[in-house]
């Protein structure tokens, strides 16, 4: 739209106008990029984070592809307007495009098979904004150099105006957001040592109110570090939305995660959420909810079991427990607890269970949902959290029994 408003240039045939609008295209679509992974908890509220990220992937695909076919079209059609390739000949506005298409190449790359490449998550992070930031800024320079598609003042004007705006945005996701982090920090009170090589970590609010989340959401948790800093990892909360005291339930995995036990009393931590809409809460007027969970997964579906609790909620509630043995059930002492407030079926699965286990073993099955689920399941919201293989098969199976697709609520905790 912005290429038609003022005096529109002279085409210079099919391939090469269609090039040009390839690669306009696909630099909108890469601008969207950085306002999608900005968290502004209003925009992605409807749709929950972890949706906005998979749109983040799938979008930026496509927006390489047209950034590479806008190259690929002028290299086939009209190789000599691309000029020599050596920088200390070429005009620097082409370097700058070639330097970004490479950069924008590499980012998708490092992106789509991180684990492939064995690539850390904390250095996969740190390079992916760096990348993303230079590639852009250089693409951008390429355009301003080459001047002829926004030689006219209007579309300058708004190009520049698009140029500040994301400028803007990242002044505001890197130092306006962290700052506003800052003047609400976190305490640590405790941590908790839970079965399954999981640790409770117990924060509480630092001189201002603390934070309103629903039952069931996450926030970014960054300790030690200022919330300047670019290690931030993502937390349910496992507590109830009705204590002062925020809880986030851990398991021991990686590098950050295995130093919770370690964090002293009183460490400083800032929070940035909350964030997701996996959460009973949005459904107000159903009749009655089904939880889903393996391992750590339990975290967020404590939280909603918890806010129930409190609320002395007395709508029937199925929760299945999938766990490897007796041992590694997080949160078993409360739950079997709950079981005299709350009006809780609890199901443990054991998929390595030896032989004195009575209850439920191996894997879930069609008859193991028809078997636990009372006779209105399809009427009842179902919340699944755990590891993509379960969260898949669950849902297969729910699919199978003729849930209705809306019903059916997950969270994973891999969304990168
Ligand atoms: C919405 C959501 C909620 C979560 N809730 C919980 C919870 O309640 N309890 C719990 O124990 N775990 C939870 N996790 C998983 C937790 O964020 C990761 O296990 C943790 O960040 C791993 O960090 P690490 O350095 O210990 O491990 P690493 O070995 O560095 O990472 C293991 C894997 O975790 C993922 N990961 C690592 N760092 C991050 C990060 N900063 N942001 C996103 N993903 C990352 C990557 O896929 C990585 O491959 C949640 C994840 C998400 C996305």
New binding site residues.
Partial sequence: MVLNIGEVPQGSGFWWDFSMALGFAGMAMMGVQFFLTARFKRASAPFGI?IIYYFHRYLAIAAFIFIFLHFLIIRIDNVEALGVINPFEAPWYMTTGRISLLLFMLLILSSLFR?QLKI???TW?ITHIVIAVSAFLLALSHIEGVGYYIADPEKRWLWTAYTLFFVLLMVYVRIIKPWGMKKHPYKVVEVKKEFGD?YTLALEPEGHAGMHFKAGQ?AWLTLKDSPYHI??????F?SSPHKNRIE????E??????TIKDTPIGEIAYLDGPY?TFSVENYPDAPGFVFITAG?GA??IMSMLRSLADKKDKRPLVLLDINNDWESIIFRDELEEMQNHLNLKLIHLLTKADDSWQGEKGRISKELFQRILPKDLRELEYFICGPKPVSDATQKELYGLKVPLGKVHF??????
């Fill in positions: 972890d684990k850390e998550y904390e992070r999981s996450f290690k931030e990892h993502p937390f349910s496992s986030f339930t851990i398991k995995l990686g590098d950050f995660t295995k997701g750590v975290a967020p969270e994973l905790f891999d969304m990168v």
